[in-house]
T-cell receptor, first 115, second 112 residues
């Protein structure tokens, strides 16, 4: 059973650019949540996807958008990057299947730096 | 608005000592209170969790104490070891399946 994986590990972009981050959920999980963790802070909830539909959103502007695919992997897209978007972006999967449950299992994150 | 307040920001404890991290919340609708441990370069991992109808939960060296009337809860790490050095986050959820609302974190260092 593979855990949650994220790509890329690190990314450097300039202000105004667009970025796509990817997440592969743990086997058997049908729910993916995305969090933003600024340096020295706790993660902040961005949104959650359940079976390809958005299932809750945090206090983030519309330029943060996402997708979930039929295999339950997910993408986080951020348009018009701002300096304050520099952070660790975490993906967590949960739920589904005979062994599914509510615990959210986190990936190692993607470190985004906006210059 | 910080829904879960955590203290201290950093903590240094001698090996074998007790590490204590405190959290407070405002929203009485929260129904699930997990603690997460995060090592550098890794995502947070669930350590232990409690529901508000229980005053204490113990798993190995880790204990959560919960005071519903005061809206406070704390993590105690007994016999602290250098391998416990990490950042710890308290959190709150409306249910175990809902979004996680994290505290600001405590950076714990255990001195040998």
């Amino acid at each position: 059973e593979t855990g949650v994986t994220q790509s890329p590990t690190h990314l450097i972009k300039t202000r105004g650019q667009q970025v796509t981050l990817r997440c592969s959920s743990q086997s058997g999980h049908n729910t993916v949540s995305w969090y933003q963790q600024a340096l020295g802070q706790g993660p902040q909830f961005i949104f959650q996807y359940y079976r390809e539909e958005e299932n809750g959103r945090g206090n983030f502007p519309p330029r943060f958008s996402g997708l979930q695919f039929p295999n339950y992997s997910s993408e986080l897209n951020v348009n018009a990057l701002e300096l304050d978007d520099s952070a660790l972006y975490l993906c967590a999967s949960s739920g589904g299947g005979a062994r599914g449950g509510n615990e959210q299992f986190f990936g190692p994150g993607t470190r985004l730096t906006v210059l | 608005q910080q829904q879960v307040k955590q203290s201290p920001q950093s903590l240094i404890v001698q090996k074998g000592g007790i590490s204590i991290i405190n959290c407070a919340y405002e929203n009485t609708a929260f129904d699930y209170f997990p603690w997460y441990q995060q090592f550098p370069g890794k995502g947070p991992a669930l350590l232990i969790a409690i529901r508000p109808d229980v005053s204490e939960k113990k798993e190995g060296r880790f204990t959560i104490s919960f005071n519903k009337s005061a809206k406070q809860f704390s993590l105690h790490i007994m016999d602290s070891q250098p391998g416990d050095s990490a950042t710890y986050f308290c959190a709150a959820q409306y249910s175990s399946a809902s979004k996680i609302i994290f505290g600001s974190g405590t950076r714990l260092s255990i001195r040998p």
